[in-house]
């Protein structure tokens, strides 16, 4: 789990050096939420899945919603092939960042909230 809390604290420093909506990186770089966390994880994928459940459940307390309840479509370039397993916490990230967050630095507290529990946990 200390890989995972590793991932969420540099997904926030991506997202502290640029902030987007819609995409998982725009043409000058900035990363959304799940951009930041897949570029920080490189190719550890457990570290990707754990990290993305522990921010989708701070998410959702954050905004108050049931990472069932669906807030919006999801473009369809935003599915991530090979990511099954964690599709649900993914949608819930994207969901958030796209629809609900007022900027960057809610994200990155939520971020930064998650890889506290996952430490805490171990």
């Known amino acids: 789990m ?10 926030a420093l991506y997202i502290e050096a640029g902030w987007c909506r819609g995409i998982m990186q725009d043409t000058h770089g900035n990363k959304c939420a799940m951009g930041a966390i ?7 994928l457990a570290a990707r899945d ?3 459940t522990a921010l989708a459940q701070v998410l959702c307390e954050q905004y108050n919603v049931a990472d069932t309840v669906p807030i919006g479509p999801i473009p369809a370039n ?18 958030c960042n796209d629809q609900l967050a007022r900027d ?17 946990a171990i």
């Open 78 to 95: 935003t599915y991530l092939p090979g990511y099954a397993s964690a599709q649900r916490d993914f949608d819930t990230i994207i969901r």
């Open 104 to 120: 960057g630095d809610e994200i990155i507290a939520c971020m930064h909230k998650a890889a506290q529990r996952l430490r805490e």
């Open 50 to 52: 754990t990290a993305a």
């Open 38 to 44: 897949s570029t920080a994880a490189v190719l550890d």
């Open 2 to 11: 200390n890989r995972a809390a590793d991932v969420l604290d540099q997904a």
